[in-house]
């Protein structure tokens, strides 16, 4: 059974009604990215962070998979299929994908401040005196800006090993998450789903669908098939 890695982003999630988090001015949900998604600001304004991301949390608990979850689900009948995801949210769990790393964290997770391997489930509000085991303040279990990826070097070694890549709504320019296509093996196939595809069009065998990650997906679900039955 052919390996298919998938690299998702904000852009799948979009179209279940999850805002992305940066506008087009830089600012996420108007605040500065530097107040809210790195620890120095956690640390300066407490509050301001856990009421950020306790308001992503309620909105994520409110909307659900769409189709382009679901038929990726449904990718699974055929191939073998490891989802890479930029995105905190829970929905290709929703949907039912089995095999799912998150670069970034997870939203519906919580962790110590003291220790980062102390970590539960969280599907409530997070707030300043909620501790760990260890009496330390519990924060988002959700990687800042300025600190490290701990699930890149296994996404590395997912990526290397594929059959067939694919990228689903993810502008691919942040980095280190953007430099995974780099790790696949010479003219291994490569599909970009994303109505603004930017991407090297140097890349061997890359195929662009130009259209959103829900429409995208039914045509890359046929091309897909027809090379399974093609062998």
Not at 74 to 81: G, H, P, T, W
Not at 116 to 142: A, T
Request: aromatic share 8%; proline share 3%; hydrophobic share 40%.
């Amino acid at each position: 059974m052919k390996k298919i890695v998938v690299l998702t982003g904000a852009g799948i999630s979009a179209e279940s009604g999850i805002k992305t988090f940066r506008d087009a001015d830089g600012l996420w949900e108007g605040h500065n990215v530097m107040e809210v998604a790195t620890f120095e600001g956690f640390i300066k304004n407490t509050a301001l962070v856990l009421d950020f991301y306790n308001q992503r949390r309620r909105q994520l608990l409110n909307v659900k998979p769409n189709t382009a979850h679901f038929d990726l689900v449904a990718l699974e009948n055929n191939f073998d299929v490891t989802i890479i995801t930029q995105n905190v949210d829970d929905l290709h769990e929703r949907a039912g994908s089995t095999n799912v790393l998150h670069l970034h964290g997870e939203l519906l997770k919580t962790r110590s401040t003291f220790d980062e391997k102390l970590v539960y489930l969280c599907n409530k509000d997070i707030l300043i005196g909620d501790k760990c085991e260890k009496n330390s303040q519990l924060r988002p279990h959700i990687v800042w800006f300025g600190e490290a990826v701990p699930m890149l070097e296994k996404a590395i070694d997912i990526v290397a090993e594929c059959d067939i890549l694919l990228i689903i709504g993810t502008s691919m320019q942040v980095y280190p998450a953007a430099s995974l296509v780099n790790y696949i093996m010479h003219n291994t196939p490569i599909y970009f789903i994303d109505p603004k595809p930017a991407i090297d069009k140097d890349f061997n065998n890359l195929t662009i669908i130009s259209k959103t990650a829900t429409a995208g997906m039914k045509d890359l679900l046929v091309i897909l098939n027809k090379k399974n039955l093609e062998g």
